[in-house]
C-alpha cells in the first residue's frame, strides 16, 4: 500500500505513442511532464506503417464544403456533422504543423503534390511517397525525444485504468487517474499516474484473422476503457481495405488505395470466365475510386462467385517511370517477391483495415469518465459514421491530439490530484503451464470473426461467434484470474472483450449501412443510429 513511487507520477499519462499520442504529448509538454507509454518499440502502432497519406483541402477550386460532403457520403449519413467540420476545417493547419516539424512531404512547384483516392472528389492527399506514415512517425517521435517534459516509456503494456475504484478509500465518481502497466522487461506490473490519462491506444484490426494492422492493435484501450465504464459505439463498423497484398508468406501488406487514385484498375485473374475483365464499372460508377466499403464487398462478390483466392490490381498500363516514382515502397517490396508491378498486376484480396467504433468523446477527446481522454483510432469520435473516408484517419489524430491536449490545459488547474491509489495485487504469482492455450485462443477468435463476422454478416452467423466468444471468455476470466499477466494473456482478454463488442453491436444493427451488411437485414432504414453500447 503507499503512494506510487514518485518516478511514475506525471501530470499527464499518454498510453500510446502513435500520431495522436504523441500529437497530445508535444502540445501538452510545453507546460507539463508528460509519459508516452508504449506496449512495445514506440514505431510499432499503425501510424508508422500508413502508406497513402493525409487529406486536407489544399487545392484550389475544392473546398471544405466538397470534403465533409465527401466523408458524410462516405460514412453514409451515420457520422456527426459538427465532429466532420471540426476535423476537416482543422486539416489546413494540421498540416502546416507537420511541415514545421519537418515531415518532408512531396512537392510539385511551390506546392505540396496531392494524390487522390477513393471517395474524394479532388485531389487532396499530401502525402511523402508511398510511405507517409513512417515519415510522420519519425518526425514526431524526433521532436518528443528532444522535448525535456516528455519521457517516452516503450515496452511497458497497460493492463487496466487506475480508478476510484483503485484509490485507498472509494470515491465513487468513476475518476480516472492513470494507468497499471506491465513493464515487459521486468514482468511487474507498476502505477503510473497523473491527473489527465490520455488513450492513445489505436484500432482492433488484429480481432481478424486477415489485416493490414500491425500485431499490436488488439483495442486494449477500448477494452479498459469498456471495464471502467465508458460507452462505446459503432463497434460493428470495421472497415476492410479492398486491397491487401495475396501471398502465401507476406499475409499483411497494404497496396495503397492511391494507386488505384492514379489509376490502378481491378480486373479477373487469369483462369477463369472474363478473365482480365475489369469488373469495378458493373459494381458502381464511381469504379475503382468508389469508397471502400463499395469496392471491398465488390471483390468478395467476384472471389466468392469464381471460387478465386484473389482479384488482379494492374497499373502496368502506366509508364514505368512513373509507377516506380509514385510507388517506391511498394516496387520494391514485390519486386522482392517476384512481382515486378511496372509490367505484372498484383493479386490482391480485401483485409481488415480499420476501426471506425470505439471510445465516445466529444469534440475536446474527453471519454464519459472524468480524467480520461482518447484520440484517434481508439475513439468514435463521429468523424467516419458508418465507413472511414480514405486518408481522413491520421488527420483525425492530430486534430483531436491537440484538442484533448488544449481541454487538458486549460482545465488542468482545476483537476483534483491523485490520491494514493493501491499498487497492483501481486499476489498472482504462478506462472501458467499452459501459455500455449493462450495463442490457441488468439487463433482461435481471429479465426471465427473472419469467418463469421466479415464483410457479408448474417443474424445466425453473429450468433454463432458470440456463441464461442462466451465459452472463450470464460476461460481467458480463469487465466487472467489466477496467473501472472503477460503482454500475450492481456491482449487475449482485450480481444475477446472487443469481438463481443463488435458482434452485440451487429446484432443490434438490423438494417445494412456502411460497413455493416447483412443479408437478413440489407436494406438501410430511413434515420441514421449510432449503436451505443452502456457498461
Ligand atoms: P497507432 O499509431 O496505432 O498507435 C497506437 C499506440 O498505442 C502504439 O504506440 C501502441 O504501442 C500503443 N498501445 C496500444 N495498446 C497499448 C497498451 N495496452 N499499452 C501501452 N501502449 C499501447 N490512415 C490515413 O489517414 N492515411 C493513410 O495513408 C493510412 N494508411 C494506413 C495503412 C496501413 C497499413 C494501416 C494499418 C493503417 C493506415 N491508416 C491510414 C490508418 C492510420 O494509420 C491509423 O488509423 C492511425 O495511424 C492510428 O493512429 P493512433 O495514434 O490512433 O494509433
Ligand atoms: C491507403 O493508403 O490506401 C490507406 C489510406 C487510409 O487508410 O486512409
Not at 482461435?444 to 456463441?467: C, N
Request: with cysteine; glycine share 10%; aromatic share 8%.
Amino acid at each position: 500500500m503507499g503512494a506510487p513511487p514518485a518516478a511514475h507520477a506525471y501530470d499527464v499519462v499518454i498510453v500510446g505513442s502513435g500520431a495522436a499520442g504523441l500529437t497530445a504529448a508535444l502540445s501538452l509538454a510545453e507546460r507539463f511532464q508528460v509519459a508516452v507509454l508504449a506496449k512495445g518499440g514506440l514505431s510499432e502502432g499503425s501510424t508508422a506503417w500508413a502508406q497513402g497519406g493525409i487529406a486536407a483541402v489544399l487545392e484550389p477550386g475544392d473546398t471544405f464544403e466538397s470534403h465533409i460532403e465527401d466523408t458524410m457520403v462516405a460514412g453514409a449519413g451515420l457520422n456527426d456533422r459538427a465532429a466532420v467540420e471540426f476535423v476537416i476545417e482543422n486539416a489546413p493547419a494540421s498540416i502546416e504543423k507537420l511541415v514545421r516539424l519537418g515531415v518532408p512531404f512531396n512537392e510539385e512547384g511551390n506546392a505540396l503534390h496531392l494524390t487522390r483516392e477513393g471517395g474524394h472528389s479532388h485531389r487532396r492527399i499530401v502525402h511523402v511517397d508511398d510511405a507517409t506514415g513512417w515519415a510522420v512517425q519519425q518526425a514526431l517521435e524526433t521532436a518528443a525525444r528532444a522535448h525535456p517534459n516528455i519521457t517516452l516509456v516503450p515496452d511497458m503494456a497497460a493492463v487496466d485504468l487506475a480508478t476510484s475504484r483503485h484509490g485507498e478509500r472509494y470515491l465513487g465518481n468513476g475518476h480516472v487517474w492513470g494507468v497499471y502497466a506491465l513493464d515487459r522487461r521486468s514482468g511487474k506490473v507498476e502505477l503510473y499516474t497523473g491527473r489527465a490519462t490520455i488513450l492513445a491506444t489505436g484500432g482492433a484490426g488484429r480481432t481478424y484473422l486477415y489485416s493490414t494492422a500491425p500485431r499490436g492493435a488488439t483495442g486494449d484501450g477500448i477494452a479498459m476503457a469498456w471495464r471502467a465504464g465508458c460507452r462505446v459505439s459503432n463497434m460493428e463498423m470495421m472497415q476492410f481495405h479492398p486491397t491487401c497484398l495475396w501471398n502465401l508468406d507476406v499475409k499483411n501488406f497494404l497496396i495503397t488505395e492511391a494507386m488505384r487514385g492514379e489509376g490502378g484498375q481491378l480486373k479477373l485473374p487469369p483462369g477463369v470466365p472474363g478473365a482480365g475483365h475489369r469488373f469495378m464499372p458493373d459494381f458502381d460508377d464511381r469504379a475503382e475510386l468508389a469508397p471502400r466499403d463499395v469496392v471491398a464487398r465488390a471483390i468478395d462478390h467476384e472471389i466468392k462467385r469464381l471460387g478465386l483466392d484473389y482479384v488482379h490490381l494492374d497499373i502496368s498500363h502506366m509508364p514505368p517511370e512513373f509507377v516506380k516514382q509514385h510507388f517506391p515502397t511498394i516496387y520494391a517490396k514485390l519486386l522482392g517477391l517476384g512481382i515486378d508491378i511496372t509490367s505484372q498486376p498484383i493479386p490482391v484480396v480485401p483485409a481488415q483495415h480499420y476501426t471506425c467504433g470505439g471510445v465516445i468523446v466529444d469534440l475536446k477527446g474527453r471519454t464519459d469518465l472524468p480524467g480520461l481522454y482518447a484520440a484517434g483510432e481508439v475513439t468514435q469520435s463521429g468523424l467516419h459514421g458508418a465507413n472511414r473516408l480514405a486518408s481522413n484517419s491520421l488527420l483525425e489524430c492530430f486534430v483531436f491530439g491537440e484538442a484533448a491536449a488544449a481541454h487538458i490545459g486549460r482545465h488542468f488547474d482545476e483537476m483534483p490530484a491523485p490520491p494514493p491509489i493501491r499498487p497492483w495485487d501481486e499476489s498472482r504469482v504462478t506462472d501458467s503451464d499452459e501459455e500455449v492455450i493462450v495463442q490457441h485462443n488468439w487463433r482461435e477468435i481471429r479465426r471465427f470473426m473472419w469467418d463469421y463476422v466479415g464483410i457479408v454478416r448474417t443474424t445466425k452467423r453473429l450468433e454463432r461467434a458470440q456463441h464461442r466468444i462466451k465459452t472463450l471468455r470464460r476461460e481467458v476470466e480463469d487465466y487472467y484470474g489466477n496467473f501472472r499477466v503477460t503482454a500475450d494473456l492481456i491482449e487475449l482478454r482485450n480481444l475477446v472483450e472487443v469481438a463481443d463488442l463488435i458482434v452485440r453491436s451487429a446484432l443490434a444493427r438490423k438494417e445494412s449501412r456502411g460497413l455493416h451488411y447483412t443479408l437478413d437485414y440489407p436494406a438501410m432504414l430511413p434515420e441514421a443510429k449510432d449503436t451505443v453500447l452502456v457498461p
